[in-house]
C-alpha cells in the first residue's frame, strides 16, 4: 500500500536486437527508461530522426478530424461506443496500408471544397452589394462616364437626399433614385467633369459611398444585361457551386468508411514514434546497445518472462535505488483507495520513499464531500450516470478513475444527505440526525470537530514520517508534543481538569525544548518558544473546516428554494404544471453541479492546505513506462 516499490534495471543487448527489444519492452510496458549517460560510460548516444512520422501523424490527424465532420453518429453512440480492438497480428501489418493515396484523396476533398466554399461567398458579396441595384433600368456596360460628363453609382443616407436636390439645383447635377429602403437611397448619378472638383468634395460632406461593379461582375453582363440579368447569372452560378459542395459532401461521407484505417495507421505509428523517441534515451557502440530504467519490484518476473526470447543476445542487472538516486514514483493502493489517488496526484506526488497520502485522506475526503453537498437526491443521480457511464461508456485510466470517484462520492451523499440534509430539497425527519437549517450549531461543532480529527491525525502522520527518517528527537518531543498539547488543550478548556493542564504543559515543554535545532540552550529556548506559535496556524486550519457548515447549508436553501418557486408556479392556470416542472429539474441539476463542484474544490482544499501541509513530502516524478498507447483503437 502507498509508494509501489522500484529497482533500477540495467540491459545490455546485442545491436541485431535493438529494435525488436525495444517493441517488447513497449508491449510489455513495464519499463521506465531513463537517459544513459553515454560519456560516463564510453558509449555514443543513439539518434533517431522522428520528422517524416510527424508529417505523417499531423496529416492522419487532420484527416481523422476532417471526416469527424460527416459521421453520421448519434449522441449515445459518441458517449458510449467503443473504440475499435486492434490485436497484436493486425498491427504488424497496419503500416503495409496503402495510406498515403487516402490521405492525398481527402487533402483534396478539403482543398476542393474550401475553394468552391470561398467562391460561394465571394458570390454571395456581390449579390449582397448589387440586389440594391436591381431596380437600375439601364444596361450595366452602358454605366460609364463620357469625355463631358461622370457617371457615378452610390448611397447615402435617407436624410441626405434633400441635399443632393439642392445640390441638383446649384448646379449641372443629374440624379435618379434606383432604390429607396429604410435607412439609406441609392442613386445614379451623372453631373459634368468641368464641375468635378465641386461634386466630389460636395459628396464627400454628405458622406456618399460609390459603388462600384468589379471585373467578375462585367465579364458576367453581355451588352445588354442589366443588374437583374447579373443577379440571375450570379444565383444560377451559385446553384452550380452550391452542388459540387454537396457532391464534395458524398464524397467525403463515402471516405469515412476508411476512418477505422485510419484511426490504427494513427495510432500504430503514433507508438513507432515514441518507440524511436525511446531509441534516443539508449548508449550503444558498434555492436551493443544499453538501456537502463527502473521497473516496479511486482513486475520484475513479468519483464524477465517478456525477455526470455532473447536471452542469447541480452544481459540483464537490477538492484535497489542508491540513496543519490531519485527513482520514479508510482502509487500502489486498494482498490477502495485507487480513484482517490486522483486527489493526491492533482496536488504531487509524494517524494520517493515518504508516506503516500491517498488511504488517509480517503475517509476524510468522502465525508467532507457528503457534508458539503449534504442531498442525497444529488447523491443518487450521480451515482446512477457513473455506474451507467461505467456499464456503457467502459472508460480506461483516469477517466475511469474520476467516474468511479463521482460514484463513490455519490453514495455518500445519499447516506449523509438521507442524515442531514434532504432528498432534492424534501428532508425526511425521522431519519435525520442533524437539522442544520432548524439548529446550526451541532453541525458546526461537527465540522469543527472533523477539521481537529485531521488536523491532528496529519501531526500524527509527521510524526511517524520523522521516525522513518530516523529524526527521533523532533518526532517524538515536537511532533509527540502538539499530539498531546492540542487534545489535552481543548480538554482543559472544557473541563478545567488539572491533568488535562498538566498534560497541555508537558507537550507545550517537549516543543519549547526541542522545537528549534540550534546547539545554544537560550537559542534554542527561545527559539522553541516561538514555535509555539504555530498554535494559532492549527487553530486557523481548524477554523477553516467551518466551510462544510457553509456550503452544506448553500446545498439546501437552494433546493428550498426551487420547490418553493415550483409551488408558485403551479398557481398559473393551463401551463402551471409545465413551468412547474421545468423550474424543478433546471433548478435541481443547477444546485447539483454547482454544489457537487463547490463541494469536489472546497474538500479537495482542505486536504492540500490543512491536511497535506502537515506531514506530506511532494515532489515524486510519476512512473511513465514505455507503453503502448491510443488515442483512436484499443490495442489487444
Given at each position: 500500500?502507498?509508494?509501489?516499490?522500484v529497482q533500477?534495471?540495467?540491459i545490455?543487448?546485442?545491436s541485431?536486437v535493438k529494435?525488436?527489444?525495444?517493441?517488447?519492452?513497449?508491449?510489455?510496458g513495464?519499463?521506465h527508461?531513463?537517459?544513459t549517460?553515454?560519456?560516463?560510460?564510453?558509449?555514443?548516444?543513439?539518434?533517431?530522426?522522428?520528422?517524416d512520422v510527424d508529417?505523417r501523424?499531423h496529416?492522419?490527424?487532420h484527416?481523422?478530424?476532417?471526416l469527424?465532420?460527416?459521421?453520421d453518429e448519434?449522441?449515445?453512440k459518441?458517449?458510449?461506443g467503443?473504440?475499435?480492438?486492434?490485436s497484436?497480428?493486425?498491427?504488424?501489418?497496419?503500416?503495409?496500408?496503402?495510406?498515403m493515396?487516402?490521405?492525398?484523396?481527402?487533402?483534396?476533398n478539403e482543398?476542393?471544397?474550401n475553394?468552391?466554399?470561398?467562391?460561394?461567398?465571394?458570390?454571395?458579396?456581390?449579390?449582397?452589394v448589387?440586389s440594391p441595384l436591381?431596380?437600375?433600368e439601364?444596361p450595366?456596360r452602358s454605366i460609364r462616364?463620357?469625355?463631358s460628363?461622370?457617371?457615378?453609382?452610390?448611397?447615402?443616407?435617407?436624410?441626405?437626399?434633400a441635399?443632393?436636390?439642392?445640390?441638383a439645383d446649384q448646379g449641372a447635377?443629374?440624379?435618379s433614385i434606383?432604390?429607396?429602403?429604410?435607412?439609406?437611397?441609392?442613386?445614379?448619378?451623372?453631373y459634368?467633369?468641368?464641375?468635378?472638383a465641386f461634386?466630389?468634395?460636395?459628396?464627400?460632406?454628405l458622406d456618399?459611398?460609390?459603388?462600384y461593379f468589379?471585373?467578375p461582375?462585367l465579364e458576367r453582363?453581355?451588352?445588354?444585361?442589366?443588374?437583374?440579368?447579373v443577379?440571375?447569372k450570379?444565383?444560377?452560378?451559385?446553384?452550380r457551386t452550391?452542388?459540387?459542395?454537396?457532391d464534395?459532401?458524398n464524397?467525403a461521407?463515402r471516405?469515412?468508411?476508411?476512418?477505422?484505417?485510419?484511426?490504427q495507421?494513427h495510432d500504430v505509428?503514433?507508438?513507432?514514434?515514441?518507440?524511436?523517441?525511446s531509441?534516443?534515451?539508449?548508449?550503444e557502440?558498434e555492436r551493443?546497445?544499453y538501456?537502463?530504467?527502473w521497473?516496479?519490484?511486482?513486475d520484475?518476473?513479468?519483464?524477465?518472462?517478456?525477455l526470455e526470447?532473447y536471452a542469447?543476445?541480452?544481459?540483464c542487472?537490477f538492484?535497489?535505488?542508491l540513496?543519490?538516486?531519485d527513482?520514479?514514483?508510482?502509487?500502489?493502493?486498494?482498490?477502495a483507495?485507487?480513484?482517490f489517488?486522483?486527489i493526491?496526484?492533482?496536488?504531487?506526488?509524494?517524494?520517493?520513499?515518504?508516506?503516500d497520502?491517498t488511504?488517509?485522506?480517503?475517509p476524510?475526503?468522502f465525508?467532507?464531500?457528503?457534508?458539503t453537498?449534504?442531498?442525497?437526491g444529488?447523491?443518487f443521480?450521480?451515482?446512477?450516470l457513473?455506474l451507467l457511464l461505467?456499464?456503457?461508456?467502459?472508460p480506461?485510466g483516469?477517466?475511469r478513475?474520476?467516474?468511479?470517484l463521482m460514484?463513490?462520492?455519490?453514495?455518500?451523499n445519499?447516506?449523509i444527505?438521507?442524515?442531514?440534509?434532504?432528498?432534492?430539497?424534501?428532508?425526511?425527519r425521522?431519519l435525520?440526525v442533524l437539522d442544520p437549517l432548524?439548529?446550526?450549531?451541532?453541525?458546526l461543532l461537527?465540522?469543527?470537530?472533523?477539521g481537529?480529527?485531521?488536523v491532528?491525525?496529519?501531526?500524527?502522520?509527521?510524526?511517524i514520517?520523522?521516525i522513518?527518517s530516523?529524526e527521533?528527537?523532533?518526532?517524538?518531543f515536537?511532533?509527540?508534543?502538539?499530539?498531546?498539547?492540542?487534545?489535552?488543550?481543548?480538554?482543559?478548556?472544557v473541563t478545567?481538569?488539572?491533568?488535562?493542564g498538566?498534560?497541555?504543559?508537558?507537550?507545550?515543554?517537549g516543543?519549547?525544548?526541542?522545537g528549534?535545532p540550534s546547539?545554544?540552550?537560550i537559542?534554542?529556548?527561545?527559539?522553541?518558544l516561538y514555535s509555539l506559535?504555530?498554535?494559532s496556524?492549527y487553530?486557523a486550519?481548524i477554523?477553516?473546516?467551518?466551510?462544510?457548515?457553509?456550503?452544506g447549508l448553500?446545498?439546501?436553501?437552494i433546493?428550498?428554494?426551487v420547490?418553493?418557486?415550483?409551488k408558485?408556479?403551479?398557481d398559473?392556470p393551463?401551463?402551471g404544471?409545465l413551468v412547474?416542472a421545468l423550474?424543478?429539474?433546471?433548478?435541481?441539476?443547477?444546485?447539483?453541479?454547482i454544489?457537487?463542484l463547490?463541494?469536489?474544490?472546497?474538500?479537495?482544499?482542505l486536504?492540500?492546505?490543512?491536511f497535506?501541509?502537515k506531514?506530506?513530502?511532494?515532489g515524486g516524478?510519476?512512473?511513465?513506462p514505455?507503453e503502448l498507447?491510443?488515442k483512436?483503437?484499443d490495442?489487444i
Amino acid at each position: 500500500m502507498g509508494v509501489s516499490k522500484v529497482q533500477k534495471v540495467e540491459i545490455v543487448a546485442h545491436s541485431g536486437v535493438k529494435k525488436a527489444l525495444l517493441s517488447s519492452l513497449q508491449e510489455e510496458g513495464v519499463v521506465h527508461l531513463e537517459q544513459t549517460q553515454t560519456e560516463e560510460l564510453g558509449l555514443t548516444g543513439s539518434s533517431a530522426d522522428v520528422t517524416d512520422v510527424d508529417h505523417r501523424l499531423h496529416h492522419l490527424k487532420h484527416a481523422l478530424d476532417y471526416l469527424a465532420n460527416y459521421k453520421d453518429e448519434k449522441l449515445l453512440k459518441k458517449l458510449f461506443g467503443q473504440k475499435p480492438q486492434v490485436s497484436r497480428s493486425e498491427r504488424t501489418g497496419v503500416l503495409k496500408l496503402d495510406y498515403m493515396s487516402l490521405l492525398d484523396r481527402i487533402k483534396q476533398n478539403e482543398s476542393q471544397k474550401n475553394n468552391l466554399i470561398s467562391h460561394l461567398k465571394y458570390l454571395e458579396r456581390e449579390e449582397e452589394v448589387l440586389s440594391p441595384l436591381s431596380d437600375l433600368e439601364i444596361p450595366i456596360r452602358s454605366i460609364r462616364s463620357t469625355d463631358s460628363t461622370r457617371v457615378l453609382l452610390g448611397f447615402l443616407t435617407l436624410a441626405q437626399l434633400a441635399d443632393i436636390e439642392s445640390l441638383a439645383d446649384q448646379g449641372a447635377l443629374w440624379y435618379s433614385i434606383i432604390q429607396k429602403g429604410k435607412r439609406y437611397v441609392y442613386l445614379l448619378l451623372v453631373y459634368l467633369k468641368s464641375e468635378s472638383a465641386f461634386f466630389e468634395e460636395s459628396l464627400r460632406e454628405l458622406d456618399f459611398h460609390p459603388v462600384y461593379f468589379t471585373d467578375p461582375v462585367l465579364e458576367r453582363a453581355e451588352e445588354s444585361d442589366r443588374v437583374e440579368d447579373v443577379l440571375v447569372k450570379i444565383a444560377r452560378e451559385g446553384e452550380r457551386t452550391q452542388k459540387e459542395i454537396d457532391d464534395l459532401d458524398n464524397e467525403a461521407k463515402r471516405l469515412c468508411a476508411h476512418s477505422e484505417e485510419l484511426m490504427q495507421v494513427h495510432d500504430v505509428l503514433m507508438n513507432e514514434r515514441e518507440k524511436e523517441l525511446s531509441s534516443r534515451m539508449m548508449g550503444e557502440t558498434e555492436r551493443v546497445s544499453y538501456l537502463e530504467g527502473w521497473v516496479l519490484t511486482k513486475d520484475k518476473e513479468r519483464l524477465l518472462a517478456k525477455l526470455e526470447p532473447y536471452a542469447d543476445n541480452i544481459e540483464c542487472y537490477f538492484r535497489d535505488a542508491l540513496p543519490e538516486e531519485d527513482p520514479p514514483v508510482d502509487l500502489q493502493n486498494p482498490k477502495a483507495d485507487q480513484p482517490f489517488e486522483l486527489i493526491t496526484k492533482l496536488y504531487s506526488l509524494p517524494k520517493s520513499g515518504t508516506l503516500d497520502p491517498t488511504p488517509y485522506l480517503t475517509p476524510f475526503f468522502f465525508i467532507f464531500v457528503g457534508l458539503t453537498v449534504s442531498e442525497a437526491g444529488y447523491g443518487f443521480l450521480v451515482t446512477l450516470l457513473s455506474l451507467l457511464l461505467l456499464k456503457f461508456a467502459k472508460p480506461k485510466g483516469n477517466i475511469r478513475k474520476f467516474i468511479i470517484l463521482m460514484a463513490i462520492l455519490g453514495v455518500s451523499n445519499i447516506f449523509i444527505g438521507t442524515m442531514v440534509g434532504g432528498w432534492f430539497g424534501f428532508p425526511i425527519r425521522r431519519l435525520m440526525v442533524l437539522d442544520p437549517l432548524q439548529n446550526p450549531v451541532p453541525f458546526l461543532l461537527l465540522s469543527l470537530a472533523l477539521g481537529f480529527i485531521q488536523v491532528w491525525f496529519g501531526t500524527l502522520l509527521n510524526m511517524i514520517s520523522k521516525i522513518r527518517s530516523k529524526e527521533y528527537l523532533q518526532a517524538i518531543f515536537v511532533q509527540g508534543g502538539w499530539l498531546l498539547l492540542l487534545p489535552s488543550l481543548v480538554a482543559y478548556g472544557v473541563t478545567k481538569n488539572s491533568v488535562a493542564g498538566i498534560l497541555t504543559l508537558v507537550g507545550a515543554g517537549g516543543i519549547v525544548l526541542f522545537g528549534a535545532p540550534s546547539r545554544n540552550p537560550i537559542a534554542r529556548f527561545f527559539g522553541g518558544l516561538y514555535s509555539l506559535y504555530d498554535i494559532s496556524r492549527y487553530l486557523a486550519d481548524i477554523l477553516s473546516y467551518s466551510r462544510l457548515l457553509a456550503l452544506g447549508l448553500a446545498t439546501s436553501v437552494i433546493a428550498m428554494v426551487v420547490n418553493t418557486l415550483c409551488k408558485t408556479a403551479l398557481d398559473i392556470p393551463k401551463v402551471g404544471w409545465l413551468v412547474a416542472a421545468l423550474i424543478f429539474v433546471g433548478g435541481h441539476l443547477y444546485n447539483l453541479a454547482i454544489s457537487f463542484l463547490g463541494g469536489f474544490v472546497h474538500s479537495m482544499r482542505l486536504q492540500f492546505v490543512e491536511f497535506f501541509s502537515k506531514f506530506f513530502i511532494s515532489g515524486g516524478r510519476p512512473f511513465k513506462p514505455l507503453e503502448l498507447e491510443s488515442k483512436y483503437v484499443d490495442f489487444i
